[in-house]
Nanobody, 120 residues
């Protein structure tokens, strides 16, 4: 069994930065496809950024050039660096991905989410 735990959310002024972390707990061998999603009040959950096991990345147009997804030196961590934050970035951010453990791969795992609030 695996668990994704997000951290790093909080309140920040517009123009500021936050760094979200997603740590996978369990007998982790590797993180495969990983992504960050977000859901604002009254809106559908949307894909913000993703990365493949080969290191390819993609971003939503709304965050391109401002957000960066990366993998940590530890094999079980993914980050989302968020710069030049805007009030419209306010949402609950979720980590999601496919995780390989010593006994198999767990697909489409989700964390519990971390709140990001950007004040104007």
């Amino acid at each position: 069994q695996v668990q994704l735990v997000e951290s790093g959310g909080g309140l920040v002024q517009a123009g500021g930065s936050l760094r979200l972390s997603c740590a996978a707990a369990g007998s982790i061998f590797s993180l495969r496809r990983m992504a960050w999603h977000r859901q604002a009040p009254g809106k559908q959950r949307e894909l913000v950024a993703s990365t493949t096991s080969d290191g390819d990345t993609s971003y939503a147009n709304s965050v391109k050039g401002r957000f960066t997804i990366s993998r940590g030196n530890a094999k079980n961590t993914v980050y989302l660096q968020m710069d030049s934050l805007k009030p419209e970035d306010t949402a609950v951010y979720y980590c999601n991905g496919d995780i390989t453990t010593l006994i198999g791969t767990y697909y489409d795992q989700w964390g519990q989410g971390t709140q990001v609030t950007v004040s104007s």
